[in-house]
């Protein structure tokens, strides 16, 4: 994503990212996508920000694609709004499904 539609940490924060220990050394160094595994750059990746594990009591800074920040956020957005009470009422009025909406439609 181009810089003028930088995404708040907090949002990309809602992301699921695959399973640490299933991850190649390239995607947790942020070298490939997180999720499809493609060669980055700094033109192509987004920064999905620190992502703390304390079980293995380090960080990594994991970095993905756009296609795959879209589809993880349409994702998180489906998730999410299934268990949310102000997204059943009224969706455009959720803080987190708007967030959600707006990774998509950057991601595009």
């Known amino acids: 994503m181009p810089p003028e539609t930088a ?4 949002t990309l ?22 999720w499809c595994g493609i ?3 700094t033109a192509t990746a987004v920064d ?5 594990h304390d079980r293995y009591a380090y960080s990594t800074f994991p970095r993905a694609c756009a ?4 589809t993880a956020a349409d994702r998180a957005l489906r998730a999410h709004a299934g268990l949310c009470e ?17 990774l998509i439609e950057a991601s595009r």
């Open 39 to 41: 060669r980055l750059d």
């Open 86 to 102: 102000q997204c059943v009422d009224d969706g455009a009025r959720c803080e987190i499904a708007t967030a959600l909406r707006q």
């Open 67 to 70: 296609g795959c920040v879209g």
């Open 13 to 34: 924060a809602l992301l699921s990212l695959p399973p640490h220990a299933k991850l190649a050394q390239a995607q947790t160094r942020g070298a490939s996508c997180v």
């Open 7 to 10: 995404t708040s940490p907090s």
């Open 48 to 52: 999905l920000g620190e992502r703390r």
